[in-house]
């Protein structure tokens, strides 16, 4: 069965501090893995995308791995601000053409200013 | 604004009833999908269109009824509206080859109370 599970569930930094977000998934048999985050209220904004061929990607101060032979997916947040806090989600993507995207539980960031 | 937009916001409705979420987009994608978020915030996939195709159908009763007119549009019908019906309904979009450059881009949601 494909799961994807994060951990911590939620997480509290103060401001300024780097931090790491993790991903594990179950079936390494992935397409690709697709990081976003999610504001209350709000719908789901892609943050990062990494093809099952790559090791990682890297946008401004955030930078996400995948090591499929571990099963793992880390997000890495450099610096974090307060505009920060927001729910973050990882999802794999098991179908492909299809983007059937099978989501992770999320982890809940709060930066404390 | 390009984006993909959703409709109502909120909806609250009896059991019993019947009720549609309208969702379209401008990004010229042709790929869209309908995901439902639970109580405890969990995503998951439920309905996924190809140029008005049906291609993903995850075991959702058959009083969900997706609606494709164009590829630019997905909506959602809900019949017979029950109490676990309640969650907030996402629309998504992307193209069909998913790419560095193709990530699913999703609406703001769609919060459905039954009562």
């Known amino acids: 069965k494909q799961e994807v599970t994060q951990i911590p569930a939620a997480l509290s930094v103060p401001e300024g501090e780097n931090l790491v977000l993790n991903c594990s998934f179950t079936?390494?048999?992935?397409?690709?893995l697709q990081w976003f985050r999610q504001d209350p209220g709000k719908g789901l904004t892609s943050l990062l995308l990494i093809q099952s061929s790559q090791r990682e990607q890297t946008s401004g101060r955030l930078n996400a791995s995948l090591d499929k032979s571990s099963g793992r997916s880390t997000l890495y947040i450099a610096a974090s601000q307060p505009g920060d806090s927001a729910t973050y989600l990882c999802?794999?993507?098991?179908?492909?053409?299809?983007?059937?995207?099978?989501f992770g539980t999320g982890t809940l960031l709060a930066v404390q200013p | 604004d390009t984006a993909v937009s959703q409709t109502p916001k909120y909806l609250v409705t009896q059991m019993g009833n019947d009720k549609s979420i309208k969702c379209e987009q401008n990004?010229?994608?042709?790929?869209m999908y309908w995901y439902k978020q639970d109580s405890k915030k969990f995503l998951k996939i439920m309905f996924s269109?190809?140029?008005?195709?049906?291609?993903i159908n995850e075991t959702v009763p058959n009083r969900f009824s997706p609606k494709s007119p164009d590829k630019a549009h997905l909506n959602l019908h809900i019949n017979s509206l029950e109490l676990g019906d309640s969650a907030v309904y996402f629309c998504?979009?992307?193209?069909?080859?998913?790419?560095?450059?193709?990530?699913?881009?999703f609406g703001n949601g769609t919060r459905l109370t039954v009562t």
């Open positions: 269109y190809n140029n008005k195709e049906l291609i």
């Open positions: 999802a794999g993507n098991y179908g492909g053409a299809t983007n059937k995207l099978i």
């Open positions: 079936d390494s048999a992935i397409y690709n």
């Open positions: 998504a979009s992307s193209h069909y080859l998913p790419g560095p450059n193709s990530p699913l881009h």
């Open positions: 990004l010229g994608h042709d790929t």
